[in-house]
């Protein structure tokens, strides 16, 4: 089942980004874009992610085209059916690690599993002010609050910049495999090119257009 499915995209703030580009995601499946800095990868996240409305093109999730919808159904599919992983935590800075975990359960009314915070290497964490954790940590736990959710589609904006490579192989291992289970997908922006062959496919953003690699 196509989950996903953008349609001649064009981008640009101060210069175009991009255009021209269409692309899908199944159930299923993680892709992948990789591109220098500054070529627009994360913007045609935003803009899949509904954050953010494309210049030209259409959107479409389940068949729905997302930048038609009314305002509160966006924001539904946004809450309950999305997961964005951003490259900055944006914890709760006064909360715990449960506690930030906790709003997201509360928010989907998913519950948490403990195995889930095990496998992310922070059950140890729980009771610890996120103020006080490393970088590392804390990128788990905004990992986790995602998950949490059980989002149909997961958002990752270089999920793994801020590990140890081990511990990015392990997470990423966690994510790859929530995909399977839950019949979900991913889309990941990275500029890890062999995290980028890790996914279903993988294209390169060069040029303003999309090169499939992989």
């Known amino acids: 089942m196509t989950l996903l499915r953008a349609e001649n995209l064009s981008h640009a703030f101060d210069y175009e980004l991009f255009n021209d580009i269409s692309i899908s995601l199944r159930e299923r499946e993680s892709v992948a874009i990789v591109g220098r800095s500054g070529s627009g990868k994360s913007t045609i996240?935003?803009?899949l992610s509904t954050l953010l409305k494309p210049n030209g093109g259409e959107v479409f999730y389940k068949d729905k085209n997302l930048y038609k919808l009314k305002e509160d159904e966006l924001l539904s599919i946004r809450r309950y059916e999305m997961g964005i992983i951003f490259q900055s935590h944006y914890l709760?800075?006064?909360?715990?690690?449960?506690?930030?975990?906790?709003?997201?359960?509360?928010?989907?009314?998913?519950?948490?599993?403990?195995?889930?915070?095990?496998?992310?290497?922070?059950?140890?964490t729980l009771k610890k002010n996120v103020g006080d954790l490393s970088g590392g940590q804390q990128q788990r736990i905004s990992i986790a609050r995602v998950l949490v959710k059980s989002p149909k589609i997961i958002f990752a904006d270089e999920p793994t910049g801020?590990?140890?490579?081990?511990?990015?192989d392990d997470v990423m291992s966690v994510l790859?495999?929530?995909?399977?289970?839950?019949?979900?997908?991913?889309?990941?922006?990275?500029?890890?090119?062999?995290?980028?062959?890790?996914?279903?496919?993988?294209?390169?953003?060069?040029?303003?257009?999309?090169?499939?690699?992989?």
């Open 45 to 47: 996240l935003h803009i």
């Open 162 to 168: 801020n590990l140890d490579k081990q511990t990015a």
């Open 176 to 214: 790859f495999e929530y995909v399977y289970e839950k019949n979900s997908a991913m889309f990941l922006v990275t500029h890890d090119e062999e995290l980028a062959k890790r996914c279903t496919r993988a294209y390169r953003l060069k040029d303003k257009t999309l090169t499939l690699i992989l």
């Open 92 to 124: 709760f800075k006064g909360f715990t690690s449960f506690e930030n975990i906790k709003i997201a359960s509360l928010i989907s009314n998913k519950p948490i599993y403990k195995n889930l915070l095990r496998r992310l290497g922070i059950f140890n």
